[in-house]
């Protein structure tokens, strides 16, 4: 039975969640900063818009260059909100969790799932599916992503690395050469500069030279392992699973109606959420020891409270009472209206742990 990997990434990330928090910054260069905190510009570019990227300012680049290059433009220079990006990855990872039959998270703004159940192995209707699940995470957290679909994980991430912003692009399993074989051989994922050098002496610039190369030739001059991942990654070729690994949390975010320190507004969006977090444990046969509650504050600084119990727990009426006694007394030490709440266990039971990871390799 053949697979379908779809591939996911969340598209200039940091820079995004910015703009789509302040729609007035949206038609400008805006630039996320990593400072380092030893004098006012020191410190590197985290991200940027598409806006900044077309004079040149991307990641990596110091923020006093990157000042220079923007210096007769509208831009807008922000510090990076770690918090508040982990706290939207989370709640996207979350929605992505629920679309798929296996699930990997990959880096904050990246996954990689299996929908091969979920699609009954059909492209047509992966293609469909896909585009679902871009417009729930638009719908619910006002970002795009962009997402490739194809027979593995090396050609779904080629593929939605080929088409961003807000791409989608489907590689059918007797499309796979076409799509490679064009493209230089520095695009193979897994290929820098240093192999990109090595390559060329061998005259091998295109990935379909590399496919056409003697998979020998390349073992024995890259090694064993290597040498095998690009004879074959070059032919489309990968057999790596999707890693399905057992959470160690579970949590749900979500956006308030209005930003409020109503306890009892607060409390109704506590109460869906726990339900969904109980139903998940339920599910998974998972117990755990503590609850925590999440507050993003209308000015989007970030507060966590926890309370941890003795003995495992498995009741949504725990997860309740406890989330709610926890916003209770932050409310009472707290004068700023929320923004976004969010509900967390953790501290799961050791065997149950083992149990879902022998689910998982079983
Ligand atoms: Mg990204």
New binding site residues.
């Given amino acids: 039975m053949q697979r379908i990997i779809l591939h996911l990434?969340?598209?200039?990330?940091y820079a995004q969640i910015e703009e789509s928090r302040k729609p007035d910054i949206k038609n400008k260069p805006v630039v996320v900063c990593q400072y380092s905190g030893r004098s006012e510009d020191s410190g590197a570019v985290a991200t940027t818009n598409y806006i900044a990227r077309k004079f040149n300012v991307k990641s990596g680049l110091p923020i006093k260059t990157a000042k220079k290059l923007l210096q007769n433009t509208d831009s807008v220079f922000i510090a990076a909100n770690h918090e508040l990006y982990e706290s939207v990855s989370e709640a996207i990872m979350n929605i992505i969790r629920r679309y798929s039959d296996k699930f990997e998270q990959l880096s904050i703004?990246?996954a990689c799932i299996d929908i091969s159940n979920k699609t009954n192995n059909d492209y047509q209707s992966a293609s469909t599916y896909g585009n679902e699940l871009k417009k729930e995470i638009k719908t619910l957290e006002n970002l795009t992503c962009s997402i490739g679909i194809g027979p593995n994980k090396l050609i779904s991430k080629m593929a939605a690395d080929s088409n961003k912003p807000n791409g989608t692009t489907v590689i059918l399993p007797d499309k796979v050469k076409d799509f490679l074989f064009p493209q230089k051989v520095n695009k193979l994922y897994g290929i820098g500069p240093k192999t990109n050098t090595k390559l060329a002496e061998f005259n091998i610039t295109t990935i379909e030279d590399l496919a056409n190369s003697e998979r020998t030739v390349l073992i024995d001059e890259f090694g064993q392992k290597f040498g095998v991942y690009l004879h074959d990654s070059a032919n489309g070729i990968d057999n790596e699973e999707v890693k399905d690994k057992p959470a160690d949390q579970i949590g749900r975010i979500v956006t308030l109606k209005e930003d409020t320190r109503d306890f009892d507004l607060i409390s109704q969006s506590i109460d869906n959420l726990s339900k969904d977090i109980s139903n998940q444990t339920i599910d998974k046969k998972i117990t755990f020891k503590t609850v925590s509650i999440t507050a993003i504050m209308e000015d989007l600084t970030i507060y966590q409270r926890s309370k941890s119990f003795e003995i495992f727990q498995n009741s949504n009426d725990i997860i309740v009472a406890t989330s709610k006694e926890l916003l209770r007394n932050f409310l009472s030490q707290e004068s700023r209206k929320l923004r976004r709440i969010g509900v967390r266990v953790s501290n799961f039971s050791q065997t149950k742990g083992q149990t879902n990871l022998f689910d998982f390799n079983s």
């Fill in positions: 990434d969340l598209d200039y990330f703004d990246e």
